[in-house]
């Protein structure tokens, strides 16, 4: 069914950003500007999700050239999902900036750059056109850098050099498999593509293209061993920018995997295996970096890394029930890593510092933050019955369904380093008495009620998404149970872009 209203997130984020302009220097306009664009772009995703979750499979055909012609917009059950957790989590995002980000960075440009960025996110989750997906993965690129480099300080450029390096090279793996995708097929439609793809004669070239679209999501996931741009990288920039590259960012590379792996090319076992032992690595080499880091925001990188092979080993298990739990952890990991940054920002408010060493006394000193973070931290961990639980039951029982027992004990080891680090953490931020460095100012009791507010509200809608997910289990399940069925069976996705 044609709905032109699929694209309304896109322009909510794109006008906002091109009105920020027009208020370069007004840095209080620009902050009213983003907080009720992005209440209003979740208003749209809301309504986009409803829609989709009743009547099924929406699209929209750029310029009314019909597919596979012309650029179509489609909005499944799994696009239009994402684009409302993105919704609430740039929400968030912009409350906590707000408040978090200093007048400075916000006269380079921060916010029109935020919203640009959240519009090339809903962009590459709805398109249903693989050079489009291109087109917004350099807009998603394009933007990030901007915001990975205000300011200019020394780490920020360091971090952003690497990042940008990394993902140029993963840029040019897609662009090339996408020549390759063109010239045997004639088709950039993805629906299109879905029913060419298995009459190529040349199968052989088909799996090479394949390794092309693996390499180029694979750098842009932090998957192993391609991830060492992100813990280089992400703890540089400003807190609230360090959320949305945490909590999104990797994500839309799981996404395109999940998308291209399943809607136009099937792994073989040797690719499922390949899946599989690359999880393990990610998840060995996330929770060892996590386990040598005194940094919090350090720390938290490396648990992304940890927790994005959870993800891609739901996809090379390739059975559905594990790929409803890594679908069902996508949705978790991007609520709970965004807070997580969020956390470490609020955490530099309250000390100064976020070195686990110099750190202490925080919930003695406020004790209704520190148990809201303490439910966030619970959830990452996945203490039944939060949001974290139940998408590793789902995974391990696939992985002994499958027979995929190394990545199953993979998981297990890692949930449980992801209980010490955690542990300790909280522990050395928390529970032990301040350190008495010179180093440490409480700069959160000065400030202004309204900036503590815009602080702390955001971990709290966050958190209570978090809760509401693990404590609704059910409903979630029911969404990916129907995600899934919709990978498996791609005919309904390519009737609607077809007819």
């Not at 993965?137 to 850098?145: K, L, N, P, Q, T």
């Not at 449980?416 to 100012?441: C, H």
């Amino acid at each position: 069914m044609t709905d032109n209203s699929i694209i309304g997130t896109l322009i909510i984020h794109l006008l906002a950003a091109l009105l920020q302009l027009a208020f370069w220097r007004k840095t209080v306009t620009q902050r009213y500007i983003s907080v009720i664009a992005a209440f209003l772009g979740l208003v749209s995703a809301a309504t986009l999700f409803y829609k989709v979750y009743s009547g099924g499979i929406l699209i929209m055909n750029a310029a009314n050239w019909r597919a596979p012609f012309g650029i179509v917009f489609v909005a499944d059950l799994f696009s239009s999902s994402l684009v409302l957790i993105t919704a609430i989590a740039s929400l968030a995002v912009s409350v906590f900036s707000a408040a978090g980000i200093n007048r400075a960075r916000m006269l380079y440009g921060y916010f029109p750059i935020f919203h640009f960025l959240v519009m090339g996110l809903n962009g590459a989750f709805l398109t249903g056109d693989i050079f489009n997906l291109y087109v917004w993965f350099e807009v998603i690129i394009i933007s990030s850098f901007v915001l990975m480099t205000l300011g200019g300080r020394k780490a920020q450029l360091e971090g952003a050099v690497k990042y940008m390096a990394l993902n140029i090279l993963a840029s040019m793996f897609f662009l090339t498999g996408i020549g390759i995708l063109y010239g045997i097929t004639g088709s950039l439609n993805m629906a299109d593509l879905a029913l060419r793809i298995p009459k190529v004669q040349n199968q052989s070239l088909v799996n090479l293209t394949s390794v092309f679209f693996l390499l180029g999501f694979g750098i842009k996931s932090a998957v192993f061993p391609l991830y060492f741009w992100l813990p280089s990288s992400y703890h540089t920039p400003p807190s609230a920018v360090a959320a949305t590259f945490g909590g999104l960012l990797t994500k839309v590379g799981i996404y395109a995997l999940f998308r291209v792996f399943t809607l136009l090319f099937t792994p073989d076992d040797n690719l499922k295996n390949l899946l599989v032992v690359i999880a393990v690595f990610t998840i060995v080499t996330g929770m060892f970096g996590a386990l040598i880091k005194d940094n919090i925001r350090r720390l938290f990188s490396s648990l992304i890394v940890c927790h994005i092979g959870f993800m891609v080993g739901g996809l090379g298990m390739y059975s559905k029930i594990a790929m409803m739990g890594a679908v069902f952890y996508l949705f978790h990991d991007i609520l709970v890593k965004t807070n997580m940054f969020l956390i470490a920002g609020l955490i530099r408010q309250l000390r100064g510092s976020m070195n686990l060493k110099l750190l202490g006394g925080i919930y003695g000193q406020y004790p209704k933050i520190s148990l809201v973070i303490a439910l966030v931290l619970f959830s990452l961990v996945g203490i039944p019955p939060l949001s974290g639980f139940w998408p590793k039951i789902y995974l391990i029982e696939a992985g002994f369904d499958t027979k995929k027992f190394l990545l199953v004990g993979t998981i297990i080891i890692g949930s449980f380093v992801t209980l010490y680090v955690i542990a300790r953490m909280w522990s050395e931020a928390f529970w032990k008495n301040p350190s008495g460095d010179e180093r440490i100012q409480d700069t959160f009791a000065s400030l202004p009620q309204y900036k503590k507010t815009f602080l702390v509200l955001p971990v709290v809608l966050l958190c209570f998404c978090s809760i509401m997910i693990g404590l609704d289990a059910q409903f979630i399940i029911e969404i990916v149970d129907r995600i899934t069925d919709e990978m498996i069976n791609t005919a309904p996705y390519i009737k609607a872009v077809l007819g």
